[in-house]
């Protein structure tokens, strides 16, 4: 199936990252959100975007407006009805994306792709919300989506072969890598990185070492551009957590639990970034 248009779920980070980089590959995006100061806040980081990538000379100011002009802002799933590809990109939160998928299902065309942006839950699992589940597919970009050239194209148990082949196809034609991935709890990226991450936090929460002195041993011994607590800053702590609890509930292995200073954190409201408090204040 050849895709000409494209939906996008949700305007947060991930979602306005996603929006933007098809508008620029010249598609025309609806980018939608449940109220309008989100669309629009969306279409603000998008705009500041792109004016990084003008200073840097990476874009024309025709570009930016180019891009800018292909993304049309809504609050009405039911907007999306003639989209030949929709991509949720909400919360990590099964039961939001289900609700989403089910709607997404009665709403759009019956040839439409359905396809999420989740970074662990089981696309096999939210497939079976529509009665088109070979048509439901993943698509895990990586942030920030306009510079990170892998995605992840994930197979649910039920996804047609037809439907893995245009996503692959599309995916080189915005310029990015896709690598194909089958369904397993944080499938290739996250079931590595978030372990990872969420060891850091144990190093830190059991005294071995301060958050700078963890963050300088990664990046200096291991060649990380950014240390793993300043990572952990930027993906979202909450959603460091959701994936670790997809994690250890999915593989029922006990080196996946939590932390219990990464749980405490996010009660607290100390999210990374998005609340400028996490490991770092912002």
Do not use: W
Not at 16 to 21: D, K, L, M, P, R
């Amino acid at each position: 199936m050849e895709v000409k248009s494209i939906g996008v779920v949700g305007a947060g980070t991930m979602g306005s990252g996603i929006a933007q980089v098809f508008a620029a590959s010249g598609f025309p995006v609806l980018l939608h959100d449940v109220s309008d100061d989100r669309v629009q806040a969306g279409l603000a980081s998008i705009d500041k975007s792109l004016g990084r990538l003008l200073k840097k000379d990476k874009i024309t100011e025709q570009d930016r407006q180019s891009t800018l002009d292909k993304i049309r802002p809504m609050t009405e799933l039911e907007q999306l009805v003639d989209m030949d590809l929709v991509i949720e990109a909400a919360s990590e939160d099964l039961a939001i994306k289900c609700r989403i998928f089910q709607s997404l299902d009665q709403i759009c065309k019956h040839s439409a792709i359905l396809a999420t942006n989740t970074s662990s839950i089981s696309l096999t699992r939210i497939a079976r919300e529509t009665q088109r589940p070979e048509q439901v597919i993943g698509m895990h970009f990586m942030n920030p989506v306009p510079l990170m050239k892998l995605v992840e194209v994930i197979r649910a148990l039920q996804t047609s072969d037809a439907i893995y082949q245009s996503i692959e196809a599309l995916a080189k034609q915005i310029g990015k890598t896709p690598v194909e991935v089958n369904d397993s709890p944080g499938f290739v990226s996250n079931r590595i990185l978030l372990p990872m991450i969420n060891e850091a936090v144990y190093t830190l929460h059991e005294g071995v070492a301060t958050v700078e002195a963890i963050d300088e041993v990664m990046k200096l011994g291991m060649n990380h551009p950014l240390g793993p607590l300043a990572l952990a800053d930027l993906i979202g702590l909450d959603t460091c957590l959701a994936i670790m609890e997809v994690l250890h509930e999915g593989l029922g292995d006990s080196k996946y639990r939590p932390c219990p200073l990464l749980r405490r954190m996010v009660d607290a409201g100390y999210l990374g970034r998005k609340s400028a408090k996490g490991f770092y204040e912002y």
